[in-house]
């Protein structure tokens, strides 16, 4: 999938369908959107959005352009409710749907929120244009069920009509035809908002916002441009042409090498923030004042209010909208809860502490291909933390702190078949950590038995973790290293291990665990992938990271399988997870036939 996105080319705050207003209710927006659908064609449309377009050009585009669709996004409390809407509207209540890549996307960036908590869904029920063609109302639904935390989001996405727009499809595309369109949208005023490509529907969208004065002519100012097939190179070139429009403020790069420059101090604002105990100090609804916040956490009020406007930028914080009142915690700052389950305040003082000491030193990887890390310290990341047991504590909540990654997992088939076992089933986690993620297959799975195996101060931490969850009675502990992989298992558990280390013990660490592992067993393996066609991914940045501080890396679903080959295993599935995030499963590789 490649997605990418401007910060902000929207509609106008307040901008509303023709005739209705910004706070009309999702059928009322539906049943306005297919009363548009009925009424307009291409040649109509087109002079509308672009004025100045006219003539023989317009006859050329229109031509080519077929009007297609109007979209909307619509937040239904479930499914049901999505389904009386239609019906109302009277649309096609069993319309079938598809996830919505490009939409999600754009809303996870939006609002700052993480695409796997987003389960966006195109549908596209039909409509008929004035001379009885066939057409749809491309509806985006996001389910917001009442008291939900998206409820924000809908309320600004009704307000604001991000995602409104009209849409033209090619219906034989051609490159060259593709690239001259853009050519002549950009000519009349239409400029670059984004895009990507829809793997589900192998389709390409191109989205732009026309002129100022369009929204007053047909009440839309985003123009999509729908290519069916995988057109990459005119989506790069479209997406190149964001920040090369003539109109663009020339000053926008300068502006953007700024912002990326200064993301080192958000990682210290951030740790800032937790470790100061803000996060504690402040309340979720009612504003706190500055001088409140200071007395509570002993802080200068003055340099705390900088601080405080600082994340208020980031959405860490909102300000009272009177400026009287101080500020709130939002949140997404209530992830650096020290008490909170989801926290993830380990991580913030772990990438705002070592991890960011030896980023300094990034260069000397590059020059060398050696650790940063090793030699800052003098030694690997692994001896250091383990030599300091405070530090060794705060690298292993850290860990638990990315735990949503593998929330999913205890459902993996791989589980709850061992689950459904007449017998008892063993799960073996393999350099399992404080006993995070097995301590929640355990609990899911009462009939499971668990052994996790660890350095000496891991084992007892995870001992003290795995007693206080319950199930502490249904596992073993064994201190030890990759070598010593407890022999007998039934499903084997390497998650987040691999990424630590370079191929060659990868395979060491692999061919440990198939000679471990019955003729039975399976084996999970819970790592980011690096995108195949280079799209923007964590993966990526987290390759950088274990680079620079314990020498791993990253890797592609393909190279993770020649690994397994080469210990005797064979890669079967994938499974994507929370977080960017996929698990592999494997077993032992079934003997060739002879001859």
Known sequence: MTTTLPDESILPAGAALPGETMFLDDTARLRAAAAFVREHDSATLLPLLLPGLRGQELESVAARCRFAHVGLLLFPSDAQDLRSRLVECGLAADTPAQPSVVVRARLARRHHRDEAELDVRILRPRVHGPAGERRVVEVFTLPVPAHSDLEPIAALERARGHEAHLAFELEHPDPLVLHGLCAVLARHGARPDGGGYNPHEDGTVLYFTTPSDADAECGYRRLELYAPGDHRDALAAHLNGLDEHPDTDTHRSAETLLHLL?????????????????????????????????????????????????????????????????????????????????????????????????????????????????????????????????????????????????????????????????????????????????????????????????????????????????????????????????????????????????????????????????????????ERLLPADGSPSLATAWDLHMMCNVGGRERRADQYARLLADAGLELLDRTPLPLEAHVLYARKARPRPAG
């Open 262 to 526: 200064t993301g080192a101090w958000t990682t210290q604002a951030l740790a800032a923030f937790a470790r100061l105990r803000l996060p504690e100090a402040m309340e979720p609804d009612a504003a706190v004042g500055t001088r409140e916040l200071a007395r509570r956490t002993g802080t200068h009020p003055d340099s705390l209010a900088t601080l405080l406007r600082y994340l208020a930028m980031l959405d860490v914080v909102t300000e009272d909208p009177e400026g009287q009142n101080g500020f709130r915690l939002t949140p997404l700052g209530g992830l650096l809860l020290a008490d909170s389950p989801d926290t993830m305040r380990p991580l913030a003082l772990m990438y705002a502490g070592p991890f960011y000491r030896s980023f300094a030193e990034l260069d000397h990887t590059v020059r060398t291909g050696k650790p940063a890390f090793d030699e800052l310290f003098g030694e690997n990341h692994f001896d250091h933390f383990a030599r300091d047991p405070e530090l060794a504590d705060l690298f292993d909540r850290s860990m638990a702190a990315s735990s949503r990654m593998f929330r999913p997992l205890p459902a993996h088939p791989v589980i709850t078949a061992a689950a459904q076992a007449p017998a008892p089933r063993t799960v073996v986690d393999v350099a399992g950590g404080n006993g995070e993620l097995l301590g929640r297959i355990l609990t899911a799975h009462p009939s499971l038995r668990g052994t996790l195996l660890e350095r000496p101060h891991a084992v007892e931490t995870a001992r003290r973790s795995l007693d206080a969850a319950g199930c502490g009675t249904r596992c073993d502990y064994r201190s030890g290293d990759f070598a010593d992989v407890p022999h007998g298992g039934d499903v084997y558990i390497l998650s987040r291990v691999l990424h630590d280390w370079d191929d060659d013990k990868c395979r060491e660490i692999l061919r440990h665990c198939a000679c471990a592992m019955p003729a039975h067993a399976d084996l999970l393996i819970v």
